[in-house]
């Protein structure tokens, strides 16, 4: 059995691999397959000669299995397949949460294999449905449940002056900055690989995060006091911007 990781495909070889998967979905789920379509970098055009495979097949109803997903390797490539049923998908691309610019992409583009029924208009329509004020609750919700808690571990690695976490805790300053800059501008990533390029090229962004995401770019992350300060003048950026943007970090009264 092959097991020395991904070969080099064409785009050709991918999208007829993607069809035979939807040949075999049809024949497993039958009547029940409502819509199958494809997301990711095969959606988009930009599918590398490594990039694996993942499918969306939609299901009319949970009458029988559903909301799971298959995900495995052949060895030359690799493939998922997201199993939802119709109801379920249509409240996942309505919601948003802290993850929304990296996640939703598909919501709103999908490579369409099978969709006779007209389904992922609908997908999209269901994703540009949230509100301001949902936005708004995601951005709160980012900046308490994730930077507070970001700025509380990066002082007290400075406090015991053990840095081997530090590196890593900089790039989750930076992912999540990225986050609130994408829920900031309603901006969708176009994938992970392309969150802070992306990120940094957007308008309102927070003093102190340009300085943060291109450390973690660069990989110098080994200077622990540049790191420290780099982190703190975010942080400091982050209480200023949300502030002036009318975003919530701290509360005067417990909430319950």
Sequence with gaps: MYTNGPIA????????LCDEILERLHKIYQERVLAVGVYGSVARGTDGPYSDVEMLCVMRDASGPADFSHEWSAGPWKAEVNILCADTLLQEASTVEGEWPLTHGPYFAPLSLYDPENFFPLLKKAAESPTDAEFTQA????????????????RNTTAEGSYTYLPY???????????????HNRKLYTTGARVLPEAVQLPGQPAGYDQVARLVMSGELTDAPRLIEACEELWSGLVQWADKHGYTIASERIPF
Aim: proline letters at 0%.
């Design 139 to 154: 951005i709160n919700e980012v900046l308490v449940g994730e930077m507070c808690e970001f700025i509380g571990k990066l």
């Design 169 to 183: 805790l900089t790039m989750q300053f930076a992912h999540y900055g990225a986050m609130l800059i994408g829920l």
């Design 9 to 16: 495909m064409s785009r050709n070889e991918r999208l007829q």
